[in-house]
């Protein structure tokens, strides 16, 4: 089963929970093609098996997503030794699978009151892995029309949220830090690739910003934000010539990453 049959039956399967998840991560950069506002390039993008799936706290999750998901074929698969277990839903059975993760913020210290990590939750019969710095990218997500107009074998056209783009970029500044370093080097193409995209909106990226992402941060994270941006790209960095040399389809030059991102985050995060 290729990827977009793999994506379509996630999506089927979620249909009574559209409204309440938000689609993020790689998988979020590559459908964000489907947006009216985006110039599509040449080059193909970044692929991953991964689809992340955000959701907040409130309103809480309703259901049976487990059930659902496992009648549309997909298993689960655990790791770790968390209570519950950080669990993959996976669809195919080889070392290349497709498979979701749900994800939702960390609040507070991380730490229950027993003092084990409070790195997971349950919700809806599924389990969610907690990740710091993940609410921005549930801030004015996007809707995005799915279906076989745009390639994906769904039976009918379908809504689906994901992160806009600028909480897309905005959550990946906040978390340089942590990353390692091949992480560091595939987040800064994400960045680059995202203001190809919508290179020619720059003006509303920084309404979006202004307006609707800006109020719902921390001044901590909003400042965050606005300083990764300016010291990742102020100049060419090693993890900005490793994101250079990730794809194979096209050539890069460190230096023009570096200047496209610099030139244009400056102007979305001012």
Known sequence: MNDLAALSRLLEALTPWQAQVVLVGGWAHRMHR??????????????TRDMDIAFADRPPLK??????????????????????????????????AFYAEFLTPLMGSGIKRNK??????????ITAQKLRHLEILLVEPWPIVVGPDQGYPLQSATIVQMANPVAFIGQKLLIQHARRPNK???????????LELFGAELPALSELWRTRIFPALSKNDARSI?????????????VIRDAAQIPADRKLSPNRVQQLCHAALAEIFA
Do not use: C, M, W
Request: aromatic fraction near 8%; hydrophobic fraction near 35%.
């Open 226 to 238: 606005q300083e990764s941006a300016h010291q990742n790209f102020s100049a060419v960095t090693d």
């Open 34 to 47: 489907l947006h009216p506002l985006a110039i599509i390039p040449t080059y193909q993008p970044l692929l």
């Open 116 to 125: 084990e990590p409070d790195s997971t939750r349950s919700a809806a019969g």
């Open 184 to 194: 560091r080097a595939q987040d800064t193409l994400y960045i680059h690739d995202t």
């Open 63 to 96: 259901g049976d997503i487990k059930s659902a998901l496992l009648e549309a074929g997909f298993v689960e698969e655990f790791f770790g030794e968390d209570h519950p277990p950080v669990t993959h839903y996976a669809l195919g059975s080889s070392d290349g």
